[in-house]
């Protein structure tokens, strides 16, 4: 079964950097579109970003354009989210997802990992 | 950029049909998705599409869309129906995915 497990949270100070990776077995990882979605503390749900199945297309959100970078390994079945000059409004659990499609008019999240801490703090 | 707009709380007693709304301009040009995420865990895609249900998903969950309001429907609810409920739309005037700010829905 599809199966995702983030890895790479922790403490970081204010104007740090940190790499999340999110391991993925269980389908045809290349097939499907991935994201990123943090959650901060008794808050909602943020999409941050969403890549290609082919690495090639990226989307980000405003509040972290210019700071945080997606990509894939598809070799590896990985996605990873690089994350620089971080801020203490950046702390929140970080999800990866999959996305599925209906005829790219429209993308949802069918399968999400678990989460991983990041806590931006001096 | 697209805003979507939820209750902050809803509550019903068992048995009884709680309906979770997701409010946003012309809503219903889009394709809706709702999530179930109880305290602690990661998010559960409980409907697709407006109003299909992924495999494993109870029939008494059910989606519509219509105008300027999506609804998520849950019928017959039980205890175990307790969390926060997020609609998501992906805004194709901006290739970005947006989410409701989530609705909890209490079991009296």
């Known amino acids: 079964q599809v199966q995702l497990a983030e890895s790479g949270g922790g403490l970081v100070k204010p104007g740090g950097s940190l790499t999340l990776s999110c391991a993925a077995t269980?389908?045809?990882?290349?097939?499907?579109?991935m994201a990123w979605i943090r959650q901060a503390p008794g808050r909602g749900l943020e999409w941050i970003s969403s890549?290609?199945?082919?690495?090639?297309?990226?989307y980000i959100a405003d509040s972290v354009e210019g700071r945080f970078t997606i990509f894939r390994d598809n070799a590896k079945n990985s996605l990873h989210l690089q994350m620089h000059n971080l801020r203490v409004d950046d702390t929140a659990v970080y999800y990866c997802?999959?996305?599925?499609?209906?005829?790219?008019?429209?993308?949802?999240?069918?399968?999400w990992g678990q989460g991983t801490l990041v806590t931006v703090s001096s | 950029s697209y805003v979507l707009t939820q209750s902050p709380s809803v509550s019903v007693a068992p048995g009884q049909t709680a309906r979770i709304t997701c409010g946003g301009d012309?809503?219903?040009?889009?394709?809706v998705h709702w999530y179930q995420q109880k305290p602690g865990q990661a998010p559960v895609l409980v409907v697709y599409?407006?109003?299909d249900r992924p495999s494993g998903i109870p029939e008494r969950f059910s989606g519509s869309n219509f105008e300027n309001t999506a609804t998520l429907t849950i019928t017959r609810v039980e205890a175990g129906d307790e969390a926060d409920y997020l609609c998501?739309?992906?805004?194709?005037?901006?290739?970005?995915?947006?989410f409701g700010g989530g609705t909890k829905l209490t079991v009296l």
């Open positions: 998501q739309v992906w805004d194709f005037n901006t290739d970005r995915r947006v």
């Open positions: 012309k809503i219903g040009s889009k394709s």
């Open positions: 599409d407006d109003t």
């Open positions: 269980g389908f045809s990882f290349s097939d499907h579109y």
């Open positions: 997802a999959r996305e599925s499609s209906r005829a790219a008019v429209t993308f949802w999240f069918d399968s």
């Open positions: 890549v290609s199945g082919s690495g090639n297309v990226k």
